[in-house]
């Protein structure tokens, strides 16, 4: 048996690893990131969405279910480098047909095995993703030509990746699992970055999905009579992606109903005016949870992105196609996980709903697209997207005795736009108030204080009415939900406003911390000691490195 040589994963910032070759024997630059999903990692190793990153598993065990033909996501390994502690060193699972270290040879992936994990993602965690670059055989050379070398790689800020992952030719998937067998919808999907198993979760409810290149025009769309757009994920800097913007603005234009995941997440959000920002080291895994605001609902999901979108939980916000609101994020950090239209047909979620590999819990975000797609009645046809908050009835109200958050909106004035009815003004007025846009020339403080002026006089004619007020009901208590982390009981409290004094305070790298932040907070449960805080270092750092929620019960190592 041949000895096996020396491989290295070299940092930026100096910090070299050493261990064993596995896969290829070469050199190749990318940026260093963690994963902690546990299985999957074929799946994980096919995502476009890893294109040129050096992906470190924090999970020690990996290869031992081989590699097989049918759980591809894309048509090769996608990863820039692939770093484990402890490779299988023969797989046993009866769908393997060969080995994991065989196919990593066979593509020229190049490989460390033997290195302590551990350490690489706690490094990575502190100091964030960063540049990095693998090298075993001949490409090793002194420490210090390597570091220069991985200093001299460009970051993933700024990258623009999308184009070298899409499709060069459209394909159509045919649609499935529909008794009259054929398609009750066609979607156009454009492909920045898409995977396997999304266009399958399309066709399986009835959906003719025709997959682009992401150079594609709106009259390509168009001429396709679609019933439906759909953004797929992707690698790179959203900041990047003016093209794929530009169309998703031309198909809103059109009331295309659009649903969008992961870099289709940030698209759309640019697309409506949102900004993106680079995170310390992104989410990327099998469980990470996402709160629905409207429902209360926890999800565990897959996830895979270091950039995220800008925006608090709940957030409500103007567009020049109506008002959209924020409507997911994690409860580890905040990060926004999803945003809607009030009145216009298009969402998006960060996370992977098609899953592979990973959880299912929010593959029904497909059965809302297909919702979305057929409750439109014509071109152009104003709908929302957004579920029923519990305490709501779905039951439809007159547009006049409709309150302002449940009007359905078609046509808000935004940036002199004409408000095209009355539940659209009602809106309208709504965030004259709240946001300080002119509408129909009416001045945001005049409008807001016309409102407060009339809700005062309203209160004083009830005081003269009546001497003696009654006494105000108590707020209601904020709703919880137990959950487990790491084994401990867990509560999430929605909606909870956190002080800037407060250490779990969200916090971005260089931004200092916000005066009051509302978001869903992770809190020790009812059996902590508020008065017995764990040190700094033992603190559970989040999966997106914004701010420190949860502390760590054990012991150990989060």
Same mark, same amino acid.
């Given at each position: 048996?041949?000895?096996?040589?020396?491989?290295?994963?070299?940092?930026?910032?100096?910090?070299?690893?050493?261990?064993? @070759?596995?896969?290829?024997?070469?050199?190749?630059?990318?940026?260093?990131?963690?994963?902690?999903?546990? =299985?999957?990692?074929?799946?994980?190793?096919?995502?476009?969405?890893?294109?040129?990153?050096?992906?470190? +598993?924090?999970?020690? +065990?990996?290869?031992?279910?081989?590699?097989?033909?049918?759980?591809?996501?894309?048509?090769?390994? +996608?990863?820039?480098?692939?770093? $484990?502690?402890?490779?299988?060193?023969?797989?046993?699972?009866?769908?393997?047909?060969?080995?994991?270290?065989?196919?990593?040879?066979?593509?020229?992936?190049?490989? $460390?095995?033997?290195?302590?994990?551990?350490? $690489?993602?706690?490094?990575?965690?502190?100091?964030?993703?960063?540049?990095?670059?693998?090298?075993?055989?001949?490409?090793?050379?002194?420490?210090?030509?390597?570091? !220069?070398?991985?200093?001299?790689?460009?970051?993933?800020?700024?990258?623009?990746?999308?184009?070298?992952?899409?499709?060069?030719?459209?394909?159509?998937?045919?649609?499935?699992? =529909?008794?009259?067998?054929?398609?009750?919808?066609?979607?156009?999907?454009?492909?920045?970055?898409?995977?396997?198993?999304?266009?399958?979760?399309?066709?399986?409810?009835?959906?003719?999905?025709?997959?682009?290149?992401?150079?594609?025009?709106?009259? +390509?769309?168009?001429?396709?009579?679609?019933?439906?757009?759909?953004?797929?994920?992707?690698?790179?800097?959203?900041?990047?992606?003016?093209?794929?913007?530009?169309?998703?603005?031309?198909?809103? !234009?059109?009331?295309?109903?659009?649903?969008?995941?992961?870099?289709?997440?940030?698209?759309?959000?640019?697309?409506?005016?949102?900004?993106?920002?680079?995170?310390?080291?992104?989410?990327?895994?099998?469980?990470?949870?996402?709160?629905?605001?409207?429902?209360?609902?926890?999800?565990?999901?897959?996830?895979?992105?270091?950039?995220?979108? !800008?925006? %608090?939980?709940? %957030?409500?916000?103007?567009?020049?196609?109506?008002?959209?609101?924020?409507?997911?994020?994690?409860?580890?950090?905040?990060?926004?996980?999803?945003?809607?239209?009030?009145?216009?047909p298009a969402f998006s979620v960060q996370y992977h709903p098609e899953a592979a590999a990973g959880?299912?819990?929010?593959?029904?975000?497909?059965?809302?697209?297909?919702?979305?797609?057929?409750?439109?009645?014509?071109?152009?046809?104003?709908?929302?997207?957004?579920?029923?908050?519990?305490?709501?009835?779905?039951?439809?109200?007159?547009?006049?005795?409709?309150?302002?958050?449940?009007?359905?909106? =078609?046509?808000?004035?935004?940036?002199?736009?004409?408000?095209?009815?009355?539940?659209?003004?009602?809106?309208?007025?709504?965030?004259?108030?709240?946001?300080?846009?002119?509408?129909?020339?009416?001045?945001? @403080?005049?409008?807001?204080?016309?409102?407060?002026?009339?809700?005062?006089?309203?209160?004083?004619?009830?005081?003269?009415?009546?001497?003696?007020?009654?006494?105000? !009901?108590?707020?209601?208590?904020? %709703?919880?939900?137990?959950?487990?982390?790491?084994?401990?009981?867990?509560?999430?409290?929605?909606?909870?406003?956190?002080?800037?004094?407060?250490?779990?305070?969200?916090?971005?790298?260089?931004?200092?911390?916000?005066? =009051?932040?509302?978001?869903?907070?992770?809190?020790?449960?009812?059996?902590?000691?508020?008065?017995?805080?764990?040190?700094?270092?033992?603190?559970?750092?989040?999966?997106?490195?914004?701010?420190?929620?949860?502390?760590?019960?054990?012991?150990?190592?989060?």
């Amino acid at each position: 048996m041949s000895a096996v040589g020396t491989a290295l994963l070299v940092l930026e910032d100096g910090r070299i690893f050493r261990g064993e @070759e596995f896969g290829a024997a070469g050199a190749n630059l990318g940026e260093a990131v963690f994963t902690t999903g546990m =299985t999957g990692y074929q799946e994980t190793l096919t995502d476009p969405s890893y294109h040129r990153q050096i992906v470190v +598993q924090t999970a020690p +065990q990996i290869g031992n279910t081989g590699w097989n033909d049918e759980d591809d996501e894309s048509a090769r390994v +996608q990863v820039a480098g692939y770093v $484990v502690r402890d490779p299988a060193r023969r797989p046993s699972n009866w769908r393997s047909q060969r080995a994991l270290g065989d196919v990593l040879v066979e593509q020229g992936v190049v490989g $460390v095995a033997g290195v302590d994990t551990r350490a $690489v993602v706690r490094h990575l965690r502190e100091r964030g993703a960063m540049r990095a670059g693998v090298f075993s055989g001949d490409a090793l050379a002194p420490d210090a030509e390597l570091v !220069e070398r991985v200093l001299a790689s460009p970051t993933m800020e700024g990258a623009d990746l999308y184009g070298a992952v899409s499709t060069h030719e459209p394909y159509v998937v045919p649609a499935g699992g =529909t008794a009259e067998g054929g398609a009750r919808f066609r979607v156009a999907a454009l492909d920045v970055g898409i995977k396997a198993n999304t266009p399958r979760m399309l066709a399986a409810r009835g959906i003719e999905v025709h997959v682009l290149p992401a150079a594609t025009s709106i009259e +390509q769309i168009v001429d396709l009579g679609v019933d439906g757009f759909f953004l797929s994920n992707g690698p790179g800097d959203p900041a990047t992606a003016d093209a794929p913007v530009a169309l998703t603005r031309a198909v809103l !234009e059109r009331g295309i109903p659009t649903f969008g995941i992961c870099f289709g997440n940030q698209i759309l959000a640019r697309a409506l005016g949102r900004g993106t920002y680079k995170m310390r080291y992104g989410h990327r895994g099998i469980n990470v949870p996402v709160v629905e605001h409207a429902t209360g609902r926890v999800a565990i999901t897959s996830q895979n992105h270091g950039f995220a979108v !800008e925006g %608090e939980a709940g %957030e409500r916000f103007v567009t020049p196609y109506g008002p959209a609101r924020i409507t997911h994020t994690c409860p580890n950090d905040g990060c926004v996980e999803g945003l809607a239209g009030e009145g216009f047909p298009a969402f998006s979620v960060q996370y992977h709903p098609e899953a592979a590999a990973g959880p299912h819990d929010a593959a029904d975000l497909f059965d809302r697209f297909v919702t979305l797609m057929a409750d439109r009645p014509a071109r152009g046809a104003a709908l929302s997207p957004l579920p029923h908050r519990r305490d709501e009835e779905p039951a439809a109200v007159p547009v006049g005795d409709a309150p302002v958050d449940d009007a359905p909106v =078609t046509g808000v004035a935004v940036e002199g736009v004409a408000v095209e009815d009355a539940a659209a003004e009602l809106v309208a007025a709504e965030l004259v108030a709240a946001e300080g846009v002119a509408v129909e020339g009416v001045a945001a @403080e005049d409008a807001a204080a016309e409102d407060v002026a009339a809700e005062d006089s309203t209160r004083c004619a009830a005081d003269d009415e009546d001497a003696v007020a009654e006494p105000a !009901e108590p707020a209601a208590p904020a %709703e919880r939900v137990d959950i487990t982390v790491h084994g401990e009981p867990t509560m999430l409290l929605p909606q909870t406003v956190v002080p800037a004094d407060d250490p779990g305070a969200q916090q971005r790298d260089g931004q200092g911390v916000d005066e =009051t932040v509302a978001l869903p907070r992770v809190v020790p449960g009812a059996d902590d000691d508020p008065a017995d805080p764990a040190p700094d270092d033992d603190l559970f750092h989040d999966s997106g490195g914004r701010h420190r929620l949860i502390e760590r019960h054990d012991g150990e190592e989060a």
